[in-house]
Structures are given as structure tokens and as C-alpha cells.
């Protein structure tokens, strides 16, 4: 994390790979429609590298040079960095992974946020952390967006506050009973009696209501206490004069302990202020198209009916109108969600619905109409219950994460392949050792592990240069996976040193021919250019069966020593330990 004034011998080297492979072009377009970068941190050698994602989003020119970790520190906001500091040290010690929000300062001097994600991928024997990977999203445009949100929303709290009307509280008991234990001057102006004389009985407003509203007015509100839900609605209102005005109320439910409802609201007269219903009318429309601009879809479902209510943007996710989809209810997410995710949905809706989650969350996928696949989070609670407990309506948001999910599976991928050749690392052929050995045990077969190192490769990079060196290491890779079986693993674990394992063998002798073709793909010439390179490779083979008692590290050491006593009797030639 660089400041745009720090001198550049402050900086440390890092290698910049040369791939140009499919995978990492398709990692850029990626990073390049999503704002997603890429980073990789060698904690012992306080080398940061980012990718140059990670600089483009901040305004910089791609740097060749890794950062220190003051360097790094030098790029976050102050506020931000005590923050978030504790947070990356803890989970450094920890082992596990964070999800922070900060802000950089970008190349125009500016503070831009970010969302950093991170996990250690490696530690050393003794548990000290090695490395950590993660990546970096630039979420500056939605953070704006809600901070404006915020602002408006706090625009119309200050325009409501002026507008003519009665700010109150009503409170309904489960007799029947009802007050306004707080109503302001307002009250007066609308319903024509003070505020004091409504304090313990609310029947002198119910008297001026219109005869023929005075029901549905009741009924709404009996509706809001029930479900816990806003109460809104517009009703006409006799005045002491005779006249007739109109008035609009909305107001806000919750539940007291004694079992009354207490409602927190406003009334005001729309008879002549129309003007002002309209502008607050476009505020709340723009207040609409901020909320749009985050992408976030919202639903309700009813639990007992299965009736469901969903806004647009929900629709255009999955690259439909509402009307098309129409009808909707529950079945519209039945239909589109993997069936894999429905059982897991079922199981987060149980366990909120039991009380032992306070809100609902679970990660899904939803079927595209242009038949991909998408990521969203999935969120809600229940808003209202049945008399006897039961859940009714529930409330909710999607949020299209396509993008996180896809760069999470790239940095797994990452932390257990080889970025040059795609090969797996040592940590993941581990894995797949461990398991063979178990399946060898089980089946009573054999498996061979074999330890391939390239003769003469530090002559090629020596002659030909490290570009060269590249090249010829992802053809022999690439010729060495082509010529074993589907269930074996070619994996890379060094330099020029890679390892193959070869499962399944009913005998010694069946590991010969796969051994001595590895033997022929790495004599292969490699053309670059008008040059040809030629090499060869040493290979010691060791094998493992039923019986044997022997690790997987000291599997690899046999493997190791018998390629050495190849190397040594001559190279390009085979032994077994």
C-alpha cells in the first residue's frame, strides 16, 4: 500500500509471473467487471504483493514492487487502521479469516473504501503463520450510495418535522381500552380537541372520524396490531365547524409487556397540502433509486399461505420482469434456486423459526435465465406471528454475490495449485497421498510415487532466459498430465521438481510403462521460436501397499533418494527404492 510520494529504493522486488494462461485472463476480466484484486503476503519476509487489480482500483499505475507492512499501513486511513489492525493481527494468530472495511488513500489524494478479505494459507512447523492471501473489493460506490441514503433519509425526518400535523403515541390495551399518552399541539388543529383530553381515552377522535371510514379505520389498525405491522391509512375527519378535511396517518407498532400495542406516529391534513404529498413523493423516489443502486432485491413470504411478494430488481436478477413471472409465491424461489440450497434454506428457516436464530441467512444459488448460475445472500426474519405462535410473515433481501463467491473459489484454488502450471501444490498432493494410502490399505493394491527432477533446466534458464524456462515447465507439465491416467496426480512441488502418483497398481511391474512414458515426454525437443530445447529427467519411484506402516514425508524422501541415485548412474533413467 504505497503513498504516491514514497521513494521507490523503499521498495522491495517481487517476481511477476508470465502465464498470459486462460485461467488468469479470465481472472482478469473477472476482477475487471467486479472491482475484484488480488493479494498474497509473506509474513516472514514482510513482502505484500498485490495484484494489479489491487492498484488500478486506487488510481495507481501496476507496480512491480511489493509492499512492507508499514508501507502498507502508510495507504489506510488512520481512524480505519486502529480499527481493523487488532482485527488482521488476531486472526493472523488465530488461523482463520477476516472480512474488514477501510479506506485507502487512491492516487488523487482521496479516501476510497474497500472491502479486504484475507486467510493465513501457511504456517511452519511450529504454528507460526507463513503466508496470507486475500482480496480487495472496491465497495466505494455503495458506500456512498447508503451515505446518501443516510442524508436523505435525515432530510425527510427534518421536512416531516415541519410539516402541519399531529405527532403522536397511541396506545390500544387487549380490553379495548385506548389513549394517546403523548399527542402534540397538532392534535388540536386536526380532531379540534387538546391533546390532554385524548391522554387516557382516545373515544373524543374516534367521535369525529366519518361515519363511513370509522370501520375500515378500526379494522387497519386491529390488522397492524395483529401482524406488528405499519399501520397506514387516509380517512376524512368532521371538524367542530361542520367542515369535512382529510387526513393521512402512518405509524409505527411494538409490543409492550402488559400485551398492549403502542403505535408511534404522525397525522397530518392533506386537504391543502397536496403539493407537499407530491415533493415528498419524488423524495421517496429517490430515496428508491439509491436503495435500486445497491442491487438489492426484497421479498415477503407468507409462511402459512405461501403467498409471496417480491420487488423488481428481485426479478432482474435472475434476467426477468416481475410480469413475467407473475404469478409469484413461494414456488417462483422453489423454481428457480438450486435443489441443493433449498434443503439448506430449509434447514437456517428452521432453525430461525424455533427462536435458536434471530434472523434467517443462508448463502444460495438461482438459476439465470441465460442458464448460468448465481450467488445470493439471502436474508430475513419473521415480522409476524399467528395467535397461537406460529410464524406468519416474514420479510427479506437478496444481494447478488456472484462476484465474492467466484473470487473465494479462485483464491482456494490459488492457495492448493501451482500459478505456473495449474498443477497442485504440495500441501493439496498430501492430501491426495493420504487418501490413496488409505484406499491402498483398504483394497490391498499398490500405489508408486514418482520423484521427477528435469536434467539441464537451470542450463535452459541460464541460456534461453527465465521466460524460456516458463514455457518449457508448463509443456512438460502439461505432457507429463497427458500421459498418466484420469485417477492419478501430477503435482509440482519445486522448481524443477515435480512428483506423480500413480494409484490403483495390481503390481510393481504395471508402474514401468507409466514411468518410462514420463521418461519420453520430458526427452521431448520444446520448440521456442527457431530454437529447440532439449532436456531430459531423473526419476526415482517408490511404492506403497498393504501392510506397509510408513508416512507420507518419508514416502517422499524414498521417492527423493531414488531420483538422486538415477541422477548419479547417469540421468535420464528411472529407480526404484
Known amino acids: 500500500m504505497l503513498t504516491p510520494n514514497l521513494p521507490e ?44 487489480a489491487c492498484w488500478a482500483m486506487l488510481g495507481y499505475a501496476p507496480r512491480e514492487q511489493a509492499l512492507s507492512y508499514e508501507q502498507w499501513k502508510a495507504l489506510v486511513h488512520p481512524v480505519d487502521l486502529r480499527a481493523i489492525e487488532p482485527v488482521v493481527q488476531q ?15 487512491d492516487a488523487s489524494g482521496r479516501w476510497r473504501w474497500v472491502q479486504g478479505r484475507g486467510q493465513v494459507v501457511g504456517r511452519d512447523a511450529a504454528g507460526a503463520p507463513l503466508r496470507m492471501v486475500g482480496t480487495h473489493t472496491d465497495i466505494h460506490e455503495a458506500r456512498t450510495a447508503q451515505e446518501e441514503a443516510r442524508a436523505l433519509y435525515e432530510r425527510l425526518n427534518k421536512i416531516a418535522a415541519h410539516v402541519p400535523g399531529v405527532v403522536y403515541q397511541y396506545r ?7 389513549a394517546f399518552p403523548y399527542a402534540s399541539e397538532g392534535m388540536r388543529a386536526i380532531y379540534g380537541v387538546a391533546p390532554e383530553a385524548v391522554a387516557e381515552d382516545a373515544s373524543a377522535v374516534f367521535s369525529v372520524i366519518h361515519e363511513d371510514d370509522l370501520a375500515r379505520v378500526g379494522e387497519s389498525i386491529r390488522r397492524s396490531a395483529e401482524r406488528l ?21 402512518e405509524a409505527s407498532p411494538e409490543a409492550l409487556e402488559d400485551g398492549s400495542i403502542l403505535w408511534h406516529g404522525y397525522i397530518r391534513d392533506v386537504t391543502d397540502h397536496k403539493a407537499l404529498a407530491l415533493a415528498q413523493a419524488a423524495d421517496r423516489q429517490r430515496l428508491g433509486n439509491i436503495l435500486w443502486g445497491t442491487g438489492v432485491g426484497t421479498w415477503e413470504w407468507n409462511v402459512q399461505t405461501g403467498e409471496a411478494r417480491f420487488n423488481e430488481r428481485w426479478a432482474e436478477m435472475i434476467g426477468y420482469s416481475l410480469a413475467e413471472l407473475a404469478p409469484v409465491g413461494i414456488h417462483t424461489w422453489q423454481r428457480f434456486a438450486h435443489p441443493d440450497d433449498l434443503a439448506a434454506s430449509a434447514e437456517r428457516l428452521a432453525e430461525h423459526f424455533s427462536g435458536a436464530a434471530d434472523t434467517y441467512e443462508c448463502e444460495a444459488r438461482m438459476h439465470h435465465r441465460d442458464g448460468h448460475w448465481i450467488w445470493v445472500l439471502d436474508r430475513g426474519r419473521v415480522v409476524s406471528r399467528t395467535a397461537d405462535g406460529r410464524p406468519e410473515w416474514m420479510a427479506g433481501t437478496h444481494l447478488d454475490i456472484t462476484a465474492r463467491k467466484t473470487a473465494e473459489l479462485r483464491l482456494q484454488h490459488l492457495a492448493h495449485h501451482d500459478p505456473l502450471t495449474g498443477l497442485p501444490t504440495r500441501s493439496l498432493l498430501a492430501d491426495r497421498l493420504h487418501h490413496a494410502m488409505a484406499q491402498a490399505h483398504r483394497r490391498d493394491d499398490l500405489l508408486a510415487v514418482a520423484y521427477v527432477d528435469l536434467d539441464g533446466f537451470k542450463t535452459i534458464n541460464d541460456s534461453y532466459g527465465h521466460e524460456a524456462g516458463d514455457l518449457l515447465l508448463k509443456t512438460v507439465a502439461s505432457r507429463m498430465v497427458g500421459c498418466v491416467r484420469e485417477g492419478d496426480t ?57 501392510g506397509d506402516q510408513i508416512g507420507v514425508d518419508e514416502l517422499l524422501r524414498q521417492a527423493d533418494q531414488a531420483m538422486y541415485r538415477a541422477k548419479q548412474r547417469g540421468r535420464n533413467r528411472w529407480e526404484a527404492a
Open 9 to 52: 529504493d523503499q521498495l522491495q522486488s517481487r517476481p511477476r509471473g508470465t502465464a498470459g494462461c486462460a485461467d488468469e485472463e479470465r481472472l482478469r476480466l473477472i476482477q475487471q467487471a467486479t472491482g475484484v484484486g488480488t493479494w498474497d503476503w509473506d509474513i516472514p519476509g514482510d513482502r505484500v504483493v498485490w495484484d494489479d
Open 91 to 105: 486472526e493472523i494468530e488465530a488461523g482463520g479469516r477476516f472480512v474488514i472495511e477501510f479506506r485507502y488513500l
Open 490 to 546: 501430477v503435482a509440482r512441488i519445486g522448481g524443477d521438481e515435480f512428483v506423480v502418483l500413480l494409484t490403483d497398481l495390481a503390481q510393481r511391474a504395471d508402474a514401468a510403462p507409466l514411468v518410462e512414458r514420463l521418461l519420453a515426454v520430458c526427452a521431448d525437443p520444446v520448440e521456442l521460436g527457431l530454437q529447440v530445447m532439449q532436456i531430459s529427467c531423473s526419476i526415482g519411484v517408490v511404492f506403497f501397499g498393504h
Open 172 to 178: 390500544l390495551w387487549p380490553d379495548g381500552r385506548s
Open 229 to 249: 405491522a405499519v399501520w397506514r391509512d387516509e380517512y376524512r375527519v368532521r371538524r367542530p365547524d361542520g367542515t369535512l378535511i382529510w387526513v393521512e396517518g
